[in-house]
């Protein structure tokens, strides 16, 4: 979903559980696209890429899906840990081969114990 | 350590106070970004150099925002008679020649705070 001001959305859940965390592009030319955890006090860390070329990708623990046609990302997280709690964001590169990365505003997960 | 550092961590500014803000990127890395990230915000890009050259400032908000990297590593960012709206943390990442992804290596920000 879409963040207004300083609302991020968020995603709550339970250790162990798996979950998916959604994103909406803007741009249907973009051709590679890029997830990043962000902890509290910390710079983004990349987790998973993928090409437009692809629809699927998979990492460990991690898999993230690309579909086209709706112009939507999602980066699944399996068997979730308390280490998972972070801010969430995608990115679209917009720079050709220079990789001028446009995020988005980020989804905030919790993970309870 | 051998990741991005940057520095200072935190920033307390006057308004009207200019401000220098240093990324020393990975050793060896060809590429520096500079984003600017407002509370519960996604970063927004900035600048973007390769080696000395800075290729793309298409993200600076205004003739007050400076940046460069004269010899090709160490950057800094300038902010000239900060105001309110600058605040925010600003984010220096690099990336190794060799690699063609978007794979960033950020640094842990310098968080901006003008009053």
């Known amino acids: 979903g879409e963040s207004v001001g300083l609302h991020l959305p968020t995603l709550s859940v339970q250790e162990g559980d798996n979950s998916i965390i959604n994103c909406a592009y803007s741009?249907?030319?973009?051709?590679?696209f890029i997830w990043y955890k962000q902890e509290s006090g910390k710079g983004p860390q990349f987790i998973i890429d993928?090409?437009?070329?692809?629809d699927k990708r998979q990492g460990q623990r991690v898999t993230v899906l690309l579909n086209k046609t709706v112009k939507h990302l999602s980066l699944q997280i399996a068997a979730t840990q308390p280490g998972d709690s972070a801010v969430y964001f995608c990115?679209?590169?917009?720079?050709?081969?220079?990789?001028?990365?446009?995020f988005g505003k980020g989804t905030l997960l919790t993970v309870n114990p | 350590g051998a990741g991005v550092s940057q520095s200072p961590r935190y920033k307390v500014a006057k308004r009207g106070q200019d401000v220098a803000l240093r990324c020393d990127p990975i050793s060896g890395h060809v590429s520096l970004f500079w984003y600017q990230q407002a509370l519960g915000q996604g970063p927004e890009f900035l600048t973007y150099?390769?080696?000395?050259?800075?290729?793309?400032k298409s993200g600076l908000p205004s003739d007050r925002f400076f940046a460069e990297r004269p010899e090709g590593s160490v950057s800094t960012l300038k902010i000239q008679r900060t105001q309110q709206e600058d605040s925010a943390v600003y984010l220096c990442?690099?990336?190794?020649?060799?690699?063609?992804?978007?794979?960033?290596?950020f640094g842990e920000g310098s968080r901006l705070t003008v009053l």
């Open positions: 990115a679209e590169n917009s720079g050709g081969s220079n990789y001028k990365l446009t």
């Open positions: 993928i090409r437009s070329n692809m």
């Open positions: 741009n249907s030319a973009s051709d590679y």
């Open positions: 990442a690099s990336r190794p020649r060799t690699r063609n992804t978007g794979e960033l290596f």
């Open positions: 150099f390769q080696n000395e050259a800075q290729l793309d």
